[in-house]
């Protein structure tokens, strides 16, 4: 990916991730990523979520914007943007609010509709929260989930035999605990719900 003039106040110039590609109604590929921006809230160096437009899927795929597209009111921002386009055409980002590295605020999978040309929202489209975690006691232990414990994340949808499934990452990732998921939605927008025979793949390290 490039970006034209690059001002890394505003935008992420380095440490560039998790890229999820889609082709739009007419006809460009979009492309969106995370990246860790110079900004900080209360020390925290935020993550944002930017778009960047593609003649063919694998690029190259330029960024113009001055700046980043999502950075939810999450104090260290958002990652994992996923993008995906429904039976009927329409296309989706999904996303996870950085609520872990914060340690201050709920883990949350966000979606929201794309226009169709996916370089911006749909018109009278709105961000849903499909899952979410719990939060972190003011005593500075954490409250546990189920297998999740803190943390979801790594958000994708798909669609099969007309269900909607969310798959995501929960637990930490560093750690042999970290596991794959999903819950079953009613639509690309949810609601979703939990299934109780997750996780379906588990790490058998020792």
């Given at each position: 990916?490039?970006?034209?003039s690059?001002?890394?106040s ?6 560039i991730w998790?890229?999820s ?10 492309m ?5 921006t ?5 020390g925290?160096n935020?993550?944002?979520i ?30 994992d ?23 201050a ?9 794309l ?27 954490w409250?546990t989930?189920?297998w ?16 909607h ?11 042999l ?8 939605c ?6 979703c719900r ?8 588990s790490?058998?390290a020792?």
């Amino acid at each position: 990916m490039r970006q034209g003039s690059c001002n890394t106040s505003v935008s992420g110039c380095y440490d560039i991730w998790a890229p999820s590609v889609e082709k739009a109604a007419n006809g460009k590929y979009v492309m969106a990523y995370a990246a860790r921006t110079t900004s900080t809230v209360n020390g925290v160096n935020r993550f944002c979520i930017g778009l960047a437009q593609g003649d063919k899927p694998t690029g190259p795929f330029f960024d113009t914007s001055s700046t980043p597209f999502v950075c939810s009111d999450d104090p260290a921002g958002a990652i994992d943007p996923d993008l995906y386009k429904d039976a009927d055409g329409k296309l989706y980002l999904y996303w996870k609010n950085e609520g872990n590295a914060s340690k201050a605020t709920k883990t949350n999978l966000w979606v929201r509709e794309l226009n169709s040309s996916g370089t911006g929202w749909a018109a009278g489209s709105t961000q849903r929260s499909l899952l979410e975690t719990s939060v972190m006691k003011k005593t500075g232990t954490w409250d546990t989930q189920t297998w999740e414990e803190t943390v979801i994340e790594n958000p994708s949808m798909v669609q099969w035999q007309g269900k909607h499934y969310l798959f995501y990452s929960g637990s930490q990732y560093s750690t042999l605990d970290y596991r794959i998921g999903y819950a079953e939605c009613d639509s690309a927008t949810g609601p979703c719900r939990r299934v109780s025979h997750t996780p379906v793949l588990s790490n058998d390290a020792t």
